[in-house]
């Protein structure tokens, strides 16, 4: 079974960074897209970061351009989000999960361009870590 474990939550002042990390265990990768979401309470989720693992391709919402970076580490299975200049309203819970589509490179590639509208594609969502960035 997929298992997804996400990790390096924290609390932190604003200006301030955290790196996340996402172990996805059990998932056969053949080129897929694996983001990060967050979500605070009453709102929707939102898509954050993605990174197309056939090529390494990243997509970033546009909230978080410029100050998070993803990155991935095929040899351990880990997915990374490096969060830099972070601002109160990045607090949130983060969530990792990778696309479960059975098509093929293509809609997979495209699945990660349009991540952040294409949350109902992702699957093997972990439990998520809380961000916490106060002003």
């Known amino acids: 079974a997929v298992q997804t474990v996400e990790s390096g939550g924290g609390s932190v002042q604003a200006g301030g960074s955290l790196r996340l990390s996402c172990v996805i265990s059990?998932?056969?990768?053949?080129?897929?897209?694996m983001a990060w979401f967050r979500q605070t309470p009453g709102k929707q989720r939102e898509g954050v970061a993605a990174i197309f693992t056939g090529g390494g391709s990243t997509y970033y919402g546009d909230s978080v351009k410029g100050r998070f970076t993803i990155s991935r580490d095929s040899a351990k299975n880990t997915v990374y989000l490096e969060m830099n200049s972070l601002k109160a309203e990045d607090t949130a819970m983060y969530y990792c999960?990778?696309?479960?589509?059975?098509?093929?490179?293509?809609?997979?590639?495209?699945?990660?361009?349009?991540?952040?509208?294409?949350?109902?594609?992702?699957?093997?969502w972990g439990q998520g870590t809380q961000v916490t960035v106060s002003s």
């Open positions: 059990g998932y056969t990768d053949n080129g897929n897209c």
């Open positions: 999960a990778a696309d479960r589509s059975s098509g093929g490179r293509y809609t997979r590639l495209e699945i990660c361009k349009r991540f952040g509208d294409k949350e109902f594609d992702f699957g093997y």
